[in-house]
């Protein structure tokens, strides 16, 4: 899946300002769902953002060196602008806003340490889906990711026993009944 079609549903779903609060966090929370079961397999890096995409590990770099992000100068690069060949290897050229401190020192260490892990290819990044066992995204896997997670996330009013014994009482038909009792429970 590529990253433009996610980026594409953010943007599409942004522009709906009359969402109350408890909604809007709600489609947060599906959209980061929605992140977590992505991850980039690593080609030239022409289409993967060096930071904001799980391409190392399965985790955005932003959110494992937080402080480094906040002092790079290349917060928005996809991972092939973050150097160049040199010679038929790979050198990475990060460039940071400010001086580092020792302790983000010791992070870009760390960070270069998992950066040399990766192997560069001629090919175009790959984006995998991990809810289906061939990593292709479909719409029936995409939907089901968000309706688990909308499952978990809906807060629902807590309804008495004497109001949902009412729905019993009712002149209306049975198939009404049981409809408005099950739709009662969320069953």
């Excluded at 943007?11 to 009359?18: A, C, F, H, S, Y």
């Excluded at 060096?50 to 494992?64: A, E, H, I, S």
């Excluded at 400010?98 to 892990?117: I, V």
């Excluded at 009013?157 to 198939?175: C, E, G, H, T, Y």
Aim: hydrophobic share 40%.
């Amino acid at each position: 899946m590529s990253s433009w079609v996610t980026r594409e549903w953010e943007w599409e779903l942004r522009w709906k300002t009359d969402l109350d609060m408890q909604d809007q966090d709600l489609l947060n929370d599906l959209m980061e769902s929605l992140r977590q079961v992505r991850f980039s397999t690593i080609g030239n890096g022409t289409s993967t953002s060096f930071w904001f995409d799980r391409w190392v590990d399965g985790v955005p770099l932003r959110t494992r060196y937080q402080s480094l992000f906040q002092a790079s100068d290349q917060c928005l690069d996809r991972v092939a602008d973050m150097g160049s060949w040199v010679t038929g290897e790979w050198e990475w050229e990060l460039r940071w806003k400010t001086d580092l401190d020792m302790q983000d020192q010791d992070l870009l260490n760390d960070l270069m340490e998992s950066l040399r892990q990766v192997h560069f290819s001629t090919t175009e990044d790959e984006w995998c889906w991990r809810h289906e066992p061939s990593g292709l995204f479909s719409v029936k896997s995409a939907y089901l990711v968000l309706e688990d997670g909308a499952r978990l996330q809906r807060t629902l009013p807590v309804i008495d026993f004497v109001n949902l014994a009412r729905v019993w009482d009712s002149w209306a038909a049975s198939k009404v009944i049981v409809f408005s009792w099950q739709l009662l429970q969320d069953i």
